[in-house]
């Protein structure tokens, strides 16, 4: 693996960035660093991301090359981290009102909207980060024929639950939000709950599967 890159955000923030393509391995090591800093000292904020990490530290306290070096060591023991996540089905009605792009996907793929949804259904997805709003996933294991470019224009109002399609992701919208995902189903389980405990149905390094409650033509 490509050494990461550490450099400071700031005068109160160091970012650890792993070079291009985003793949599971890169993020264990993100997730496993995440989970080192959250003990150090003086660490205020921990903030996973896409092939980064970045570490928001107290300036007055602590010292960012001590921090830079626990960076790095954390990073390079990392390599044999074990895979800390749990089994989450999702269960999808797909198609019709509650999937409005299934068949724009299926023109854009050349597959049939039937053939979407078994590709969609079976695959094995990880969370590699959390982002954008409240529980929101990001998901890596998108079978490479389903890769569609977001919608030339968003929606102004994308349903909770909707399951949808951005370029070589997928992922579900925890609350009604503007959105440019393709839109191929929707989900009535709550990604996002403030008084459930953690709040975030998902987390980074959960294994997601997705199942078909129903397929509506």
């Not at 291009?20 to 890169?26: V, Y």
């Not at 660490?43 to 991301?49: A, D, S, T």
């Not at 982002?131 to 919608?151: I, K, N, S, V």
Request: glycine share 10%; net charge negative.
């Amino acid at each position: 693996m490509t050494e990461p890159r550490i450099y400071p955000f700031g005068d109160s923030a160091l970012v650890c960035e792993a070079p291009p393509p985003a793949t599971l391995d890169c993020q264990r090591r993100v997730w496993a660093a995440a989970h080192a800093a959250r003990d150090w000292p003086h660490v205020l904020e921990v903030v996973p991301g896409m092939n980064n990490l970045t570490v928001i530290f107290d300036p007055l306290q602590a010292d960012p090359d001590q921090l830079a070096a626990l960076l790095q060591s954390a990073w390079d023991s990392a390599a044999s981290a074990p895979d800390t996540g749990r089994e989450v089905e999702i269960p999808v009605q797909y198609g019709g009102e509650f999937g409005p792009d299934l068949n724009a996907v299926a023109e854009h793929t050349g597959l049939s909207v039937k053939e979407v949804v078994e590709r969609h259904s079976s695959g094995h997805y990880v969370v590699f980060f959390l982002g954008f709003q409240p529980g929101f996933a990001y998901m890596g294991g998108l079978d490479e024929a389903l890769h569609t470019p977001r919608r030339a224009e968003p929606r102004l109002e994308v349903p909770a639950g909707s399951v949808g399609i951005g370029g070589a992701q997928t992922g579900i919208y925890p609350a009604t939000s503007p959105g440019g995902w393709q839109l191929i189903g929707r989900t009535a389980l709550k990604l996002f709950d403030p008084s459930r405990n953690p709040p975030t149905l998902l987390q980074p390094g959960d294994r997601v599967r997705f199942t078909i409650a129903r397929l509506h033509a």
